[in-house]
Protein backbone atom coordinates (compact mmCIF):
# COMPACT_ATOMS: atom_id res chain seq x y z
CA UNK A 1 0.00 0.00 0.00
CA UNK A 2 1.21 3.63 -0.54
CA UNK A 3 1.37 6.66 1.44
CA UNK A 4 1.56 9.72 -0.18
CA UNK A 5 2.68 11.31 3.08
CA UNK A 6 6.05 8.74 2.85
CA UNK A 7 6.70 8.21 -0.62
CA UNK A 8 8.65 11.69 -2.50
CA UNK A 9 6.99 13.18 -5.36
CA UNK A 10 9.16 11.30 -8.10
CA UNK A 11 8.98 14.94 -10.19
CA UNK A 12 10.53 16.92 -7.74
CA UNK A 13 12.84 14.54 -6.83
CA UNK A 14 13.87 14.76 -10.71
CA UNK A 15 14.09 18.54 -10.38
CA UNK A 16 15.88 18.51 -7.44
CA UNK A 17 18.55 16.09 -9.70
CA UNK A 18 19.08 18.17 -12.87
CA UNK A 19 19.29 21.38 -10.21
CA UNK A 20 22.21 19.55 -8.62
CA UNK A 21 23.88 18.74 -11.90
CA UNK A 22 23.60 22.49 -12.80
CA UNK A 23 25.31 23.63 -9.60
CA UNK A 24 28.16 21.46 -10.20
CA UNK A 25 28.48 22.14 -13.89
CA UNK A 26 28.55 25.73 -12.80
CA UNK A 27 31.26 25.98 -10.71
CA UNK A 28 33.46 23.71 -13.57
CA UNK A 29 32.47 26.29 -15.93
CA UNK A 30 33.36 29.16 -13.68
CA UNK A 31 36.88 27.69 -12.80
CA UNK A 32 37.08 26.94 -16.86
CA UNK A 33 35.83 30.42 -17.94
CA UNK A 34 38.13 32.42 -15.31
CA UNK A 35 41.39 30.18 -15.90
CA UNK A 36 40.84 30.78 -20.16
CA UNK A 37 39.81 34.57 -20.31
CA UNK A 38 42.92 35.49 -17.83
CA UNK A 39 45.36 33.36 -19.79
CA UNK A 40 44.10 35.03 -23.33
CA UNK A 41 44.36 38.13 -21.85
CA UNK A 42 47.91 37.99 -20.54
CA UNK A 43 49.25 36.49 -23.58
CA UNK A 44 46.90 38.06 -26.38
CA UNK A 45 45.93 35.09 -27.80
CA UNK A 46 43.02 35.39 -29.08
CA UNK A 47 42.07 31.77 -29.49
CA UNK A 48 42.73 31.42 -26.29
CA UNK A 49 40.12 34.51 -24.93
CA UNK A 50 37.40 32.73 -27.53
CA UNK A 51 37.77 29.28 -25.80
CA UNK A 52 37.18 31.49 -22.37
CA UNK A 53 34.12 33.40 -24.00
CA UNK A 54 32.51 29.75 -25.06
CA UNK A 55 33.26 28.51 -21.63
CA UNK A 56 31.32 31.78 -19.95
CA UNK A 57 28.33 31.09 -22.15
CA UNK A 58 28.70 27.60 -20.59
CA UNK A 59 28.31 29.39 -16.86
CA UNK A 60 25.75 31.71 -18.35
CA UNK A 61 23.37 28.89 -19.42
CA UNK A 62 23.48 26.92 -16.60
CA UNK A 63 22.25 30.16 -14.94
CA UNK A 64 19.15 30.13 -16.83
CA UNK A 65 19.06 26.57 -16.35
CA UNK A 66 18.77 26.58 -12.65
CA UNK A 67 16.22 29.68 -13.00
CA UNK A 68 13.81 27.39 -15.79
CA UNK A 69 13.86 24.38 -13.73
CA UNK A 70 12.47 27.20 -10.58
CA UNK A 71 9.84 27.69 -13.06
CA UNK A 72 9.13 24.24 -14.16
CA UNK A 73 8.77 22.30 -11.28
CA UNK A 74 5.77 24.37 -9.92
CA UNK A 75 2.63 22.10 -9.76
CA UNK A 76 -0.40 22.56 -12.23
CA UNK A 77 -2.79 25.40 -11.47
CA UNK A 78 -5.88 27.18 -12.97
CA UNK A 79 -3.88 29.08 -14.92
CA UNK A 80 -1.23 26.41 -16.45
CA UNK A 81 -3.52 23.11 -15.96
CA UNK A 82 -1.26 21.28 -17.98
CA UNK A 83 2.18 22.28 -15.75
CA UNK A 84 4.94 24.58 -15.97
CA UNK A 85 7.08 21.59 -17.72
CA UNK A 86 7.83 24.00 -20.94
CA UNK A 87 9.65 26.54 -18.63
CA UNK A 88 12.86 23.98 -19.29
CA UNK A 89 12.16 24.09 -23.16
CA UNK A 90 12.15 27.89 -22.94
CA UNK A 91 15.32 27.65 -20.79
CA UNK A 92 16.75 25.54 -23.72
CA UNK A 93 15.96 28.30 -26.31
CA UNK A 94 17.55 31.02 -24.19
CA UNK A 95 21.04 29.02 -23.98
CA UNK A 96 20.68 28.39 -27.69
CA UNK A 97 20.23 32.39 -28.12
CA UNK A 98 22.93 33.08 -26.01
CA UNK A 99 25.50 30.72 -28.23
CA UNK A 100 24.28 32.75 -31.05
CA UNK A 101 25.44 35.95 -29.02
CA UNK A 102 28.53 34.77 -28.04
CA UNK A 103 29.07 33.40 -31.48
CA UNK A 104 28.61 37.00 -33.08
CA UNK A 105 31.26 38.22 -30.86
CA UNK A 106 34.19 35.80 -31.35
CA UNK A 107 33.45 36.36 -34.98
CA UNK A 108 33.68 40.27 -34.77
CA UNK A 109 37.13 40.13 -33.04
CA UNK A 110 38.29 37.78 -35.45
CA UNK A 111 37.24 40.45 -38.16
CA UNK A 112 38.99 43.08 -36.11
CA UNK A 113 42.15 41.22 -35.89
CA UNK A 114 41.96 40.55 -39.46
CA UNK A 115 41.34 44.11 -40.58
CA UNK A 116 43.76 45.79 -38.20
CA UNK A 117 46.36 43.05 -37.47
CA UNK A 118 48.68 42.20 -34.56
CA UNK A 119 50.16 38.69 -33.69
CA UNK A 120 49.58 37.18 -30.15
CA UNK A 121 52.12 36.14 -28.37
CA UNK A 122 52.88 32.17 -26.95
CA UNK A 123 54.54 30.75 -23.94
CA UNK A 124 54.76 27.34 -21.92
CA UNK A 125 52.86 28.92 -19.44
CA UNK A 126 49.60 29.69 -21.34
CA UNK A 127 50.33 25.86 -23.13
CA UNK A 128 50.06 24.31 -19.56
CA UNK A 129 47.15 25.85 -18.18
CA UNK A 130 45.53 25.65 -21.37
CA UNK A 131 46.20 21.94 -21.17
CA UNK A 132 44.82 21.77 -17.54
CA UNK A 133 41.16 22.68 -18.62
CA UNK A 134 41.16 19.44 -21.24
CA UNK A 135 40.73 17.25 -18.11
CA UNK A 136 37.64 19.43 -16.44
CA UNK A 137 36.07 19.56 -19.74
CA UNK A 138 35.55 15.68 -20.07
CA UNK A 139 34.35 15.40 -16.66
CA UNK A 140 31.70 18.05 -16.99
CA UNK A 141 30.82 16.64 -20.72
CA UNK A 142 30.16 13.10 -19.26
CA UNK A 143 28.49 14.43 -16.08
CA UNK A 144 26.14 16.19 -17.95
CA UNK A 145 25.53 13.85 -20.98
CA UNK A 146 25.06 10.90 -18.75
CA UNK A 147 22.70 12.81 -16.43
CA UNK A 148 20.49 14.71 -18.98
CA UNK A 149 19.78 11.01 -20.31
CA UNK A 150 18.57 10.09 -16.91
CA UNK A 151 16.87 12.29 -16.03
CA UNK A 152 15.39 13.26 -19.02
CA UNK A 153 16.38 16.45 -19.00
CA UNK A 154 15.97 19.33 -21.54
CA UNK A 155 17.93 21.61 -19.93
CA UNK A 156 21.13 19.13 -19.15
CA UNK A 157 21.17 17.63 -22.93
CA UNK A 158 20.70 21.14 -24.41
CA UNK A 159 23.72 22.42 -22.47
CA UNK A 160 26.02 19.20 -22.79
CA UNK A 161 25.15 19.48 -26.36
CA UNK A 162 27.57 22.30 -26.53
CA UNK A 163 29.66 21.83 -23.29
CA UNK A 164 30.66 19.13 -25.37
CA UNK A 165 32.52 21.25 -28.32
CA UNK A 166 35.02 22.74 -25.33
CA UNK A 167 36.63 19.84 -25.38
CA UNK A 168 37.31 20.07 -29.52
CA UNK A 169 37.46 23.77 -28.79
CA UNK A 170 40.35 23.36 -26.35
CA UNK A 171 42.04 20.54 -28.71
CA UNK A 172 41.62 23.18 -30.90
CA UNK A 173 43.21 26.36 -29.02
CA UNK A 174 46.10 24.01 -28.28
CA UNK A 175 46.95 23.16 -31.95
CA UNK A 176 46.56 26.83 -32.35
CA UNK A 177 49.10 27.56 -30.04
CA UNK A 178 51.87 25.36 -31.52
CA UNK A 179 51.03 26.83 -34.15
CA UNK A 180 52.12 30.32 -33.16
CA UNK A 181 54.83 29.12 -31.28
CA UNK A 182 55.83 27.78 -34.97
CA UNK A 183 55.20 31.32 -36.52
CA UNK A 184 52.30 30.64 -37.99
CA UNK A 185 50.46 33.41 -36.78
CA UNK A 186 47.61 32.87 -39.33
CA UNK A 187 46.80 30.11 -37.58
CA UNK A 188 45.08 31.84 -34.78
CA UNK A 189 42.32 32.83 -36.68
CA UNK A 190 41.28 29.78 -38.97
CA UNK A 191 41.06 28.05 -34.88
CA UNK A 192 39.28 30.92 -33.58
CA UNK A 193 37.05 30.70 -36.84
CA UNK A 194 36.49 26.77 -36.32
CA UNK A 195 34.42 27.47 -32.49
CA UNK A 196 32.67 30.07 -34.14
CA UNK A 197 31.40 27.30 -36.37
CA UNK A 198 30.71 24.93 -33.80
CA UNK A 199 29.29 27.00 -31.39
CA UNK A 200 26.59 27.77 -34.07
CA UNK A 201 26.18 24.20 -35.21
CA UNK A 202 25.46 23.36 -31.54
CA UNK A 203 22.94 26.84 -31.03
CA UNK A 204 21.16 25.65 -34.38
CA UNK A 205 20.99 21.97 -32.82
CA UNK A 206 19.07 23.38 -29.81
CA UNK A 207 16.79 26.06 -31.45
CA UNK A 208 15.73 23.13 -33.38
CA UNK A 209 15.15 20.28 -30.80
CA UNK A 210 13.05 23.10 -28.40
CA UNK A 211 11.45 24.18 -31.18
CA UNK A 212 9.84 20.84 -31.96
CA UNK A 213 8.39 20.70 -28.50
CA UNK A 214 7.14 24.17 -28.66
CA UNK A 215 5.25 22.96 -32.02
CA UNK A 216 3.54 20.26 -30.29
CA UNK A 217 5.76 17.44 -32.29
CA UNK A 218 3.97 14.11 -31.91
CA UNK A 219 5.83 13.14 -27.89
CA UNK A 220 5.67 9.38 -27.45
CA UNK A 221 6.41 7.00 -30.51
CA UNK A 222 2.91 5.86 -32.22
CA UNK A 223 4.14 2.31 -31.90
CA UNK A 224 4.88 2.26 -28.38
CA UNK A 225 1.00 3.63 -27.55
CA UNK A 226 -0.65 1.18 -29.71
CA UNK A 227 1.31 -1.73 -27.92
CA UNK A 228 0.35 -1.27 -24.49
CA UNK A 229 -3.19 -0.31 -25.82
CA UNK A 230 -3.99 -3.50 -28.25
CA UNK A 231 -2.89 -5.38 -24.34
CA UNK A 232 -6.27 -3.98 -23.19
CA UNK A 233 -8.74 -6.79 -22.75
CA UNK A 234 -12.25 -5.33 -25.00
CA UNK A 235 -10.34 -2.97 -27.17
CA UNK A 236 -10.91 -3.35 -30.67
CA UNK A 237 -9.33 -1.21 -32.69
CA UNK A 238 -7.41 2.33 -31.76
CA UNK A 239 -6.62 5.40 -33.89
CA UNK A 240 -6.41 9.16 -34.17
CA UNK A 241 -3.17 8.86 -31.67
CA UNK A 242 -2.17 12.15 -30.34
CA UNK A 243 0.63 13.46 -27.92
CA UNK A 244 2.28 16.73 -27.26
CA UNK A 245 4.67 17.72 -24.30
CA UNK A 246 7.77 17.20 -23.56
CA UNK A 247 10.47 14.01 -23.38
CA UNK A 248 10.09 14.35 -19.27
CA UNK A 249 6.01 14.97 -19.26
CA UNK A 250 3.97 14.16 -22.66
CA UNK A 251 -0.13 14.17 -22.72
CA UNK A 252 -1.64 12.01 -24.85
CA UNK A 253 -5.18 11.27 -26.45
CA UNK A 254 -6.81 8.96 -28.43
CA UNK A 255 -10.01 7.14 -29.68
CA UNK A 256 -10.34 3.24 -28.61
CA UNK A 257 -13.28 1.25 -30.58
CA UNK A 258 -15.45 -1.50 -28.41
CA UNK A 259 -18.37 -3.75 -29.22
CA UNK A 260 -21.36 -1.68 -29.48
CA UNK A 261 -23.17 -4.22 -27.21
CA UNK A 262 -21.01 -3.38 -24.74
CA UNK A 263 -22.08 -1.43 -21.40
CA UNK A 264 -21.56 1.70 -20.68
CA UNK A 265 -20.23 0.66 -17.27
CA UNK A 266 -17.80 -1.91 -18.81
CA UNK A 267 -16.48 0.49 -21.50
CA UNK A 268 -16.13 3.09 -19.11
CA UNK A 269 -13.70 0.14 -17.23
CA UNK A 270 -11.62 -0.04 -20.24
CA UNK A 271 -10.92 3.61 -21.31
CA UNK A 272 -9.37 3.55 -17.68
CA UNK A 273 -7.44 0.63 -17.88
CA UNK A 274 -6.26 2.07 -20.95
CA UNK A 275 -5.26 5.62 -19.37
CA UNK A 276 -3.52 3.26 -16.35
CA UNK A 277 -1.53 0.88 -18.16
CA UNK A 278 -0.21 4.06 -20.86
CA UNK A 279 0.52 5.98 -17.49
CA UNK A 280 2.17 3.05 -15.72
CA UNK A 281 4.03 1.25 -18.69
CA UNK A 282 5.32 4.60 -20.66
CA UNK A 283 7.79 6.85 -18.35
CA UNK A 284 6.93 9.90 -19.91
CA UNK A 285 3.10 9.82 -19.80
CA UNK A 286 1.61 12.66 -17.63
CA UNK A 287 -2.24 11.91 -18.54
CA UNK A 288 -4.33 10.36 -20.67
CA UNK A 289 -7.62 11.48 -22.39
CA UNK A 290 -9.36 8.42 -23.72
CA UNK A 291 -12.31 8.42 -26.54
CA UNK A 292 -14.52 5.87 -26.70
CA UNK A 293 -16.24 4.68 -29.76
CA UNK A 294 -18.83 1.64 -31.00
CA UNK A 295 -17.16 -0.44 -33.68
CA UNK A 296 -19.63 -1.31 -36.76
CA UNK A 297 -20.49 -4.38 -37.07
CA UNK A 298 -20.93 -5.49 -41.14
CA UNK A 299 -23.51 -7.56 -41.85
CA UNK A 300 -25.61 -7.08 -38.21
CA UNK A 301 -28.30 -9.12 -38.12
CA UNK A 302 -31.93 -8.19 -37.29
CA UNK A 303 -31.58 -9.98 -34.35
CA UNK A 304 -28.32 -8.38 -32.67
CA UNK A 305 -29.59 -4.79 -33.36
CA UNK A 306 -32.83 -5.78 -31.47
CA UNK A 307 -30.73 -7.55 -28.51
CA UNK A 308 -28.44 -4.52 -28.31
CA UNK A 309 -30.75 -1.47 -28.32
CA UNK A 310 -32.72 -3.46 -25.62
CA UNK A 311 -29.75 -3.90 -23.33
CA UNK A 312 -28.89 -0.34 -23.62
CA UNK A 313 -32.98 0.60 -23.23
CA UNK A 314 -32.68 -1.35 -19.70
CA UNK A 315 -29.35 0.29 -18.79
CA UNK A 316 -30.58 3.76 -19.79
CA UNK A 317 -33.30 2.96 -16.97
CA UNK A 318 -30.39 1.76 -14.15
CA UNK A 319 -32.44 -2.26 -14.71
CA UNK A 320 -30.10 -4.90 -14.53
CA UNK A 321 -31.17 -7.97 -17.22
CA UNK A 322 -30.59 -11.50 -18.06
CA UNK A 323 -31.62 -14.44 -19.95
CA UNK A 324 -33.11 -12.40 -23.18
CA UNK A 325 -35.08 -14.35 -25.56
CA UNK A 326 -36.20 -13.07 -28.95
CA UNK A 327 -38.78 -15.76 -30.66
CA UNK A 328 -39.62 -14.74 -34.52
CA UNK A 329 -43.35 -15.63 -35.35
CA UNK A 330 -43.63 -14.47 -38.99
CA UNK A 331 -47.31 -13.70 -38.74
CA UNK A 332 -47.36 -12.09 -35.52
CA UNK A 333 -44.19 -10.11 -35.48
CA UNK A 334 -41.59 -10.78 -32.54
CA UNK A 335 -42.11 -12.06 -28.82
CA UNK A 336 -39.31 -10.79 -25.92
CA UNK A 337 -38.59 -12.58 -22.92
CA UNK A 338 -36.29 -11.34 -20.63
CA UNK A 339 -35.39 -11.54 -16.63
CA UNK A 340 -35.13 -8.26 -15.24
CA UNK A 341 -33.09 -8.20 -12.21
CA UNK A 342 -34.73 -5.54 -8.88
CA UNK A 343 -33.21 -5.14 -5.59
CA UNK A 344 -35.30 -7.82 -2.71
CA UNK A 345 -36.22 -4.97 -1.12
CA UNK A 346 -37.92 -2.89 -3.90
CA UNK A 347 -41.95 -2.49 -3.99
CA UNK A 348 -43.96 -4.51 -6.51
CA UNK A 349 -45.69 -1.72 -7.58
CA UNK A 350 -42.38 0.22 -8.00
CA UNK A 351 -40.85 -2.29 -9.89
CA UNK A 352 -43.98 -3.57 -12.51
CA UNK A 353 -44.24 0.38 -12.99
CA UNK A 354 -40.33 0.44 -13.93
CA UNK A 355 -40.78 -2.64 -16.03
CA UNK A 356 -43.84 -1.40 -17.65
CA UNK A 357 -41.78 1.32 -18.69
CA UNK A 358 -39.22 -0.59 -20.19
CA UNK A 359 -41.78 -2.54 -22.29
CA UNK A 360 -43.43 0.37 -23.54
CA UNK A 361 -40.09 2.18 -24.35
CA UNK A 362 -38.74 -1.62 -26.05
CA UNK A 363 -42.18 -1.42 -28.07
CA UNK A 364 -41.71 2.32 -29.32
CA UNK A 365 -38.01 1.49 -30.75
CA UNK A 366 -39.03 -1.63 -31.98
CA UNK A 367 -42.79 -1.38 -33.55
CA UNK A 368 -41.84 -5.13 -34.91
CA UNK A 369 -42.33 -6.56 -31.47
CA UNK A 370 -45.76 -7.37 -30.65
CA UNK A 371 -45.16 -8.62 -27.01
CA UNK A 372 -42.57 -8.28 -24.13
CA UNK A 373 -42.97 -10.46 -21.32
CA UNK A 374 -40.72 -9.48 -18.51
CA UNK A 375 -39.75 -11.58 -15.47
CA UNK A 376 -39.37 -9.62 -12.28
CA UNK A 377 -36.45 -11.39 -10.22
CA UNK A 378 -35.11 -9.74 -7.01
CA UNK A 379 -31.82 -10.75 -6.21
CA UNK A 380 -30.30 -10.03 -2.59
CA UNK A 381 -27.52 -7.50 -2.54
CA UNK A 382 -24.90 -9.99 -1.28
CA UNK A 383 -24.33 -13.70 -2.40
CA UNK A 384 -25.68 -16.22 -0.09
CA UNK A 385 -22.30 -18.98 0.72
CA UNK A 386 -23.23 -22.24 0.85
CA UNK A 387 -22.68 -24.27 4.26
CA UNK A 388 -25.61 -26.75 4.62
CA UNK A 389 -23.73 -30.46 4.30
CA UNK A 390 -26.21 -31.10 1.38
CA UNK A 391 -24.57 -27.99 -0.73
CA UNK A 392 -21.04 -28.87 0.14
CA UNK A 393 -21.92 -32.35 -1.25
CA UNK A 394 -23.27 -30.71 -4.35
CA UNK A 395 -19.55 -28.66 -4.72
CA UNK A 396 -17.57 -32.08 -3.90
CA UNK A 397 -19.81 -33.76 -6.83
CA UNK A 398 -19.21 -30.93 -9.15
CA UNK A 399 -15.23 -31.35 -8.43
CA UNK A 400 -15.76 -35.10 -9.06
CA UNK A 401 -17.22 -34.56 -12.69
CA UNK A 402 -14.57 -32.20 -13.68
CA UNK A 403 -11.61 -34.20 -13.01
CA UNK A 404 -13.44 -36.64 -15.18
CA UNK A 405 -13.84 -34.51 -17.41
CA UNK A 406 -10.47 -32.39 -17.69
CA UNK A 407 -8.09 -33.88 -15.08
CA UNK A 408 -7.29 -32.35 -11.42
CA UNK A 409 -4.63 -30.25 -12.47
CA UNK A 410 -6.43 -28.36 -14.73
CA UNK A 411 -8.58 -27.48 -12.83
CA UNK A 412 -7.53 -24.07 -10.95
CA UNK A 413 -10.27 -23.33 -9.06
CA UNK A 414 -13.98 -23.92 -8.37
CA UNK A 415 -16.93 -21.49 -6.32
CA UNK A 416 -20.41 -22.86 -5.80
CA UNK A 417 -22.87 -20.07 -4.64
CA UNK A 418 -26.66 -19.33 -4.17
CA UNK A 419 -28.28 -16.14 -5.30
CA UNK A 420 -31.69 -15.94 -4.21
CA UNK A 421 -33.02 -19.59 -4.91
CA UNK A 422 -30.67 -20.14 -7.83
CA UNK A 423 -27.14 -21.85 -7.81
CA UNK A 424 -24.58 -20.91 -9.78
CA UNK A 425 -20.83 -22.52 -10.34
CA UNK A 426 -17.74 -20.59 -11.61
CA UNK A 427 -15.02 -22.47 -12.70
CA UNK A 428 -11.60 -21.38 -13.91
CA UNK A 429 -9.91 -23.63 -16.05
CA UNK A 430 -6.21 -23.72 -17.18
CA UNK A 431 -4.41 -24.66 -20.66
CA UNK A 432 -0.93 -24.49 -22.48
CA UNK A 433 -0.63 -20.88 -23.86
CA UNK A 434 0.20 -22.66 -27.32
CA UNK A 435 -3.24 -23.59 -27.62
CA UNK A 436 -5.81 -22.47 -30.11
CA UNK A 437 -8.39 -20.43 -28.69
CA UNK A 438 -11.11 -22.43 -30.06
CA UNK A 439 -9.97 -25.46 -28.62
CA UNK A 440 -9.98 -24.21 -25.19
CA UNK A 441 -13.42 -22.83 -26.03
CA UNK A 442 -14.66 -26.25 -27.28
CA UNK A 443 -13.50 -27.99 -23.98
CA UNK A 444 -15.01 -25.32 -21.66
CA UNK A 445 -18.24 -25.70 -23.60
CA UNK A 446 -17.91 -29.56 -22.76
CA UNK A 447 -17.82 -29.10 -19.30
CA UNK A 448 -20.91 -26.46 -19.01
CA UNK A 449 -23.00 -28.98 -21.09
CA UNK A 450 -21.95 -32.07 -18.78
CA UNK A 451 -22.48 -30.08 -15.75
CA UNK A 452 -25.95 -29.03 -16.77
CA UNK A 453 -26.75 -32.21 -18.40
CA UNK A 454 -25.77 -34.41 -14.46
CA UNK A 455 -27.22 -31.11 -12.36
CA UNK A 456 -30.41 -29.85 -13.31
CA UNK A 457 -31.09 -26.91 -10.31
CA UNK A 458 -27.53 -25.65 -11.87
CA UNK A 459 -29.55 -22.23 -12.75
CA UNK A 460 -25.68 -20.75 -14.54
CA UNK A 461 -22.39 -22.38 -15.06
CA UNK A 462 -19.78 -19.75 -15.83
CA UNK A 463 -16.32 -21.51 -17.62
CA UNK A 464 -13.41 -19.40 -17.66
CA UNK A 465 -10.15 -20.34 -19.27
CA UNK A 466 -7.19 -19.20 -18.65
CA UNK A 467 -2.74 -20.16 -19.81
CA UNK A 468 -0.60 -21.64 -17.28
CA UNK A 469 1.71 -19.50 -15.83
Known sequence: MKHEGLNPDPRLERYAGVRTVLIRVLV??????????????????LAVVADGFHSLVDSSSNLIGL????LARKPADDDHPYGYQRYETLG?????????????????????????GGAPEMNLIAFALVMMTFPINLVVVILERRSGQRLQSEILLADSRHTQTDLY??????????????????????????????IVRSAFGILRDASLWLTDRMAIELDRITEVVYSVPGVLFVHRIRSRGTPEAAFVDLHVKVSPSMSTSRAHAIATEVE??????????????????????ERQSTWDRMAEDIRRLAEGLGLGMHDL?????????????????????????????????????????????????????????????????ESLHLEAEIQQVLEQVVGHKQI???????????????????FNQDILLNQAHDVAEKVELELRSQFPNLEHVMVHVEPKP
Open 92 to 116: ALAIGVLMLVAAWEIGSKIVERYTE
Open 28 to 45: ANLAVTLLKIIVGILTGV
Open 412 to 430: KSLQVYQTADHMHANIVLL
Open 67 to 70: AAIS
Open 325 to 389: HIHTNPSEGYVVEIHLEFNDQVLLRDAHGLAEKFEVEIQRHWPEIQQVVTHLEPLPQKMLNLESA
Open 169 to 198: VTGSVLVSLVGIWLGWVWLDLVVAAVVVVL
Open 276 to 297: KRLVDEIDAVREVLVHIEPAKQ
